[in-house]
């Protein structure tokens, strides 16, 4: 299949090349880059031997995005091109509902008019919002706490209703848990300018001396261990669930939500002590207040994935720290 991935230079986008090009396909990146390093495609190109193609365009430019599906024939679009920092879309909203929602609108049309309706989405656990029970599955209420999270859940509700205009739609929006770790190879993974928001890469800057210790927030949650709790899931992983999902819908119209995590919940000082036991050192930390918004646990009911998919996650918390210290340790900033 040649499958167009926008915001293919990304985190999640790149290691999903690796899978899909690795297994045969032919892939095509659109990216603005305004998240992402074009040194990506070379490191892609060392991972796979060949270079991909690159589209460097936004895709709100709907003519741009219509010229890429006609002119390298794609066959389907795994939409990964977003922003993401939950922070920022309180502080400015117009700009993740603009390029979040308006963003997959365009890609949508441009799909309409040159007649491909192949379409995987990367949505968010997020959407479920506060849980009425855990772990989540598919059927759990939709109740956004944060901007961030409407967009998805309103590009989710788009999709829903165009596959009931037009049943030959094959759509699928995959729910991600908590994206961790990297490639084998070091040479792609999370790397956030400046002060993470998320948990992983924070570790890794504190293990390589970036930064000078782990703020926990909150000890005093009803929790294992009074941490929040999340489900981490192996970025490999995620991206074989992508190719899961492309497999499912060649055989399988209309719109499909599923979950994709691991189903087991960690807490911050499960994930602190496995990363400890990785780099075989204790590692800076402290308890602090909790972070606003925060909710004190929330996994995946993975039942969905594994039935409809034939995928569940393979790699363990070992792997993602292993991965995630390999990739950093590779990629040290200059002053290290
Ligand atoms: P990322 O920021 O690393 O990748 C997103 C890519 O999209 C970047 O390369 C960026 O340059 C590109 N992009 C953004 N807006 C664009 C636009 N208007 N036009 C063209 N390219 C654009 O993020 P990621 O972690 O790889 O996430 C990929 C997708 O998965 C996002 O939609 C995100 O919301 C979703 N998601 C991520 C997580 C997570 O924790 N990483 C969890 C759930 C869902
Ligand atoms: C995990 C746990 C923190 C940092 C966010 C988005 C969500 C999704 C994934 C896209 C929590 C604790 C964290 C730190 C800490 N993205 N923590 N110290 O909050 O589950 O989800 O990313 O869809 O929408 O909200 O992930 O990695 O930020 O936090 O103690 O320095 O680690 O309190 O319990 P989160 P996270």
Known sequence: MRILLTGGAGYIGSHTAVVLTQAGHEVVILDNFCNSQRSVLERLKSILGKGLLCIDVDVRNTASVSKALRDYQIDAVIHFAGLKAVGESVQNPLKYYANNVQGSISVLQAMQEV??????????????????????????????????????????????????????WKISCLRYFNPVG??????????????????????????????????????????????GERDYIHVMDLADGHMAALDFLSNNSGWHAINLGTGVSTSVLELVEAFEGVIHKKLPKEFVERRPGDLPIYYAKVDKAKNTLGWEAKRSLQDMCRSSWDFKKKNLSPAQ
């Open 182 to 227: 990297a490639h084998d190879s070091g040479l792609i993974g999370e790397d956030p300018n400046g002060i993470p928001n998320n948990l992983m890469p924070f570790i890794s800057k504190v293990a390589s001396g970036e930064l000078p210790q782990l703020n926990i927030f909150g000890n005093d949650y009803l929790s294992k261990d009074g941490t």
């Open 115 to 168: 007649g491909i309706k192949t379409f995987v989405f990367s949505s968010s656990a997020t959407v479920y919002g506060d849980p009425k029970y855990l772990p989540y599955d598919e059927d759990h209420p939709t109740q956004p706490m944060n901007p961030y999270g409407w967009t998805k859940l309103q590009v989710e509700e788009i999709l829903h209703d165009l596959s009931k205009s037009d049943p030959q």
